[in-house]
């Protein structure tokens, strides 16, 4: 027999309606007590105005970006990711993008690292996916495969040992660390094998399988990684790709790895979900990967399928001269709006305050951005977003009574 709720829990754990980090029109008391200084304005800060893709209604455009935690064991996620990743959900973020998650074990980074390639990942997944979804948040996972950048240590031993590589008593994979070409990032990690066309359609299937385990685990979005150096963009790259067959060579030969991946997922990832990608935008090298590509790219994918191309960059070669400044990357989401209408853009990079959400917003720069670091030192980023540009906002039921004020009153 199964406890019964009494009221109390009711209204704690139903958060979902209206949901944290939702825009509410403030109570008189609210404003009496100095939590809002009058009415929300009319229109919202487009920060704070929902977006609707496909079947999901997001509430906000500030959305946790992923980022890899290097917590796992054997690919699953342990309780640091169920409080991890909750913390967001509960303090407002519209959507919390679950960090790179290998779709085979050698698809992992580190030994550490997220994995979905076999059902039994889908449980603890699961038990995230679900208390998020109490407080209203939309959750997506990050597809991954490392390629050549695979069988390295946590970054958190950097610069413990001469390389980054993980050998084979640390949980590494040395003998099995493969990408388009047999070309190494560097002299810290190890040289790949050249895929065959086997490993590379075993490849793309493993992403198509991944899909499926997310759909199962109840993620609402899932978004495939084809930056930062890792497989997807190892193919599309000219630097890492040096193959003379079908998948290299021409843009239409590189590009050829992810499109084939888009559709096999586009297939069994559910038409009401949406699908999203990443990507280096530029490789910050001279004649590599521009942001000219990302927008062919980008054309190709609005009619795959794809909803939203998320813009980074760099990432796949160690010569790169990253200009890192406030939103740097900013421009190339940007011309992918602008000249592809048919996909939306989300931006990443040194995003830190509120003004700067607001401004590539409301400007119509990005249809999202996506936070990263800022949200590990100050996961309530999204309450904080709204107390500074005037928004007033619902907080979670457990901490209302931490409000921000806009006025010190004991009314």
């Known amino acids: 027999m199964s406890p019964t709720i009494t009221k109390s829990q009711e209204y704690y754990q139903d958060q979902a309606n209206p949901s944290p ?25 487009k ?15 500030i959305w946790v970006s992923p980022m890899c935690m290097y917590s796992s064991e054997d690919g699953f996620a342990t309780d640091f990711h169920h409080a991890h990743y909750s913390q967001f959900a509960m303090r407002g973020a519209g959507l919390v993008m679950v960090e790179a998650s290998g779709v085979l074990p050698e698809g992992r980074i580190t030994p ?10 889908t449980v603890n997944l699961s038990r995230i996916v ?7 948040a939309i959750m997506g996972i990050q597809l991954a495969h490392s390629g050549r950048k695979g069988s390295t240590i946590p970054l958190h031993l950097y610069g413990t040992r001469n390389t980054l590589y993980a050998t084979e008593s640390e949980g590494g994979w040395p003998d099995n660390v493969y990408g388009p070409s047999p070309i190494a990032y560097d002299d810290q990690h190890y040289t790949p094998r050249e895929m065959t066309i086997a490993d590379i359609n075993a490849a793309q299937q493993a992403f198509a399988d991944a899909a499926m385990r997310a759909d199962q685990a109840g993620f609402d ?39 084939e991946i888009i559709r096999k997922v586009r297939h069994v990832w559910p038409q009401e979900k949406p699908l ?13 990967w521009t942001g000219e590509d990302t927008v062919a790219l980008a054309k190709i994918m609005s009619v795959e399928g794809v909803d939203l191309i998320d813009c980074s960059t ?23 709006k602008k000249q592809v209408p048919g996909i939306l853009t989300g931006t990443v990079g040194v995003i830190t305050k509120p003004s700067q959400v607001n401004e590539i917003t409301e400007e119509g720069k990005a249809d999202v951005v996506f936070v990263a670091r800022e949200f590990l030192r100050n996961p309530s980023f999204v309450l904080s977003a709204a107390h500074e540009l005037g928004v007033y906002v619902k907080w979670a039921n457990q901490y209302e009574r931490g409000q921000l004020k806009t006025k010190h009153s004991f009314a």
Not at 21 to 44: H, K, M
């Open 47 to 61: 920060a704070f105005q929902p977006l609707t893709i496909r079947g999901s209604t997001i509430k906000n455009r």
């Open 112 to 121: 550490n690292c997220l994995g979905i390639w076999k059902d039994e990942h």
């Open 314 to 336: 760099a990432g796949n070669d160690p010569r790169q001269n990253i200009p890192a400044a406030p939103g740097f990357q900013v421009p190339f989401a940007t011309a992918v």
């Open 21 to 45: 980090g939702t825009a509410i029109e403030p109570s008189a008391s609210a404003i009496a007590q100095g939590f809002a200084q009058g009415p929300n304005s009319s229109p919202l800060p």
């Open 221 to 259: 979005v899932i978004e495939l990684h084809g930056a930062h150096g890792y497989l997807i963009f190892e193919f599309l790259s000219p630097l890492s790709n040096h193959r003379t067959d079908e998948y290299g060579g021409s843009f239409d030969n590189r590009v050829r790895f992810l499109i």
């Open 130 to 136: 679900n208390h998020a979804h109490k407080y209203g």
């Open 276 to 288: 999203f990608v990443r990507v280096s935008a530029t490789d910050w090298v001279e004649g590599g």
